[in-house]
């Protein structure tokens, strides 16, 4: 039996792309005016159908009719589409282009796979018919952002596309320990992931029970979670019990949110700390959930709203911040070796297990040994844990920080256990 020839099967390939990205398209144009009459659309769901094979068969043209032709053949079928489409907006009265824009995307979808990468053509397909999709959640969610976000995050964005490339990718200083566009981009790796926790508390709203708001806020700030229900349960807007289960699931993605960064910014430390983070989450999971338990049928209180974690002046002092810590780190360890490293983990712990992370993770890049880096992480995230129960303490009382400290005691006991039973097994699959 003879096998079919390569180049007919990617050129079949790539036609079924081509129709696949119209039909994909057309199917969501249809639903959208599934209650109109036939014939009363410019395009449905066989025309962007049709137009996607119409721009794949131009595409596998090209060789044939060359650049010339394909531009005649390009210039008539746009030509007859906003024509046709111009007469339909006439009729209904209605000055949207979002129509005409993606038949001719679809087109132009058609050609590229043709012409170029078969699998960025068909994501910009799906993307394509994601956004027509999503056209009331987008719009609703455009109706909810505040001037001060758009403006903050169009700062942002401006500086890390705009000022980013031109910061220089050395150190400056006399200690080498600042380099500002490292710096920079830790800044706003942190800044992304809080966003991401800041729209989870704004999609849930403010009626929102403590476990999902804790959860949400926690990736903002466990902190600031932990104090906030201390304050509630001492004022009695949430019982103890559910303030302390709150507590410590904010621990539990405190430390997810560890794991994450230090995957990223320290990944030579991480297969050190994977097992015995994990089991401290986990461990705070349980705890939450007996917590809950024995609070059960307790009132559902929402977490206070925290604020947009991408406000110029907050990703400013959190900046500032992590460049004290890298340079301290930085001057510390190469003085004092491990010895300083560790005091400074201990220390700056106290306020944030962030910097600590990432700052531990610069100074692997800088040659610091990747065993010394995950201690300065572990001890980091215990005596931030250890130190929120102090917070506890101060704003929910003794009860209250007493039920968060024995679910702390037993996440450090469990990381332990994991250091000493599992990490030995971990760290041969990592070389």
């Keep these: 039996m003879t096998m079919p020839d390569p180049a007919f099967l990617d050129l079949f390939q790539r036609l079924a792309v ?7 398209v057309g199917v969501e144009r249809g639903w959208k005016h599934r209650d109109a009459a036939d014939g009363s659309r410019a395009a449905g769901l066989r025309t962007h159908a049709i137009i996607g094979l119409l721009g794949g068969i131009c595409g596998a043209l090209v060789p044939y009719v060359g650049e010339g032709g394909f531009a005649a053949l390009t210039v008539a079928f746009a030509a007859a589409l906003i024509l046709f489409k111009w007469r339909e907006s006439q009729r209904d009265d209605d000055v949207s282009v979002t129509g005409t824009i993606a038949a001719l995307l679809v087109f132009a979808l058609g050609v590229y796979v043709m012409r170029g990468d078969l699998w960025i053509g068909a994501a910009a397909g799906v993307a394509l018919a994601g956004v027509l999709t999503f056209k009331h959640g987008l719009h609703g969610w455009l109706d909810r952002l505040t001037w001060e976000e758009l403006r903050s995050a169009l700062l942002i964005l401006a500086a890390t596309a705009i000022a980013l490339p031109l910061l220089p990718d050395r150190t400056v200083d006399v200690w080498r320990a600042i380099n500002p566009r490292e710096l920079w981009m830790l800044t706003i790796l942190v800044a992304s992931a809080s966003f991401a926790g800041y729209v989870a508390v704004r999609l849930l709203g403010p009626e929102v029970g403590v476990l999902a708001g804790a959860a949400a806020g926690a990736v903002v700030s466990s902190t600031i979670v932990t104090a906030e229900l201390g304050r509630r349960a001492r004022s009695g807007e949430t019982p103890t019990t559910l303030a302390a289960a709150g507590a410590s699931l904010a621990a539990a993605v405190s430390m997810a ?19 015995s983070i994990t089991a401290a989450g986990l461990t705070f999971v349980a705890a939450a959930l007996v917590l809950r338990r024995l609070g059960g049928g307790a009132k559902q209180a929402p977490v206070h709203p925290v604020e947009s974690p991408l406000k110029v002046i907050s990703v400013a002092q959190f900046a500032l911040l992590l460049s004290v810590f890298v340079v301290v780190g930085r001057i510390v360890s190469e003085h004092f070796g491990e010895r300083g490293l560790l005091p400074f983990a201990a220390t700056a712990g106290v306020a944030d297990i962030d910097a600590v992370t990432l700052a531990a993770g610069s100074l692997v890049r800088g040659g610091l040994a990747p065993t010394a880096a995950a201690h300065a992480i572990l001890i980091g995230a215990f005596v931030n844990t250890f130190s929120k129960a102090a917070i506890g303490l101060v704003t929910g009382g003794w009860r209250y920080a007493s039920l968060y400290a024995v679910a702390g005691v037993f996440a450090t006991v469990a990381a332990a256990a994991a250091w000493f039973l599992v990490t030995p097994f971990i760290l041969p699959m990592f070389g």
């Design 18 to 24: 081509a129709f696949g990205i119209g039909f994909l």
């Design 257 to 275: 949110r560890t794991l994450f960064l230090a995957a990223i910014a320290a990944a030579p430390a991480w297969p050190h700390i994977a097992a």
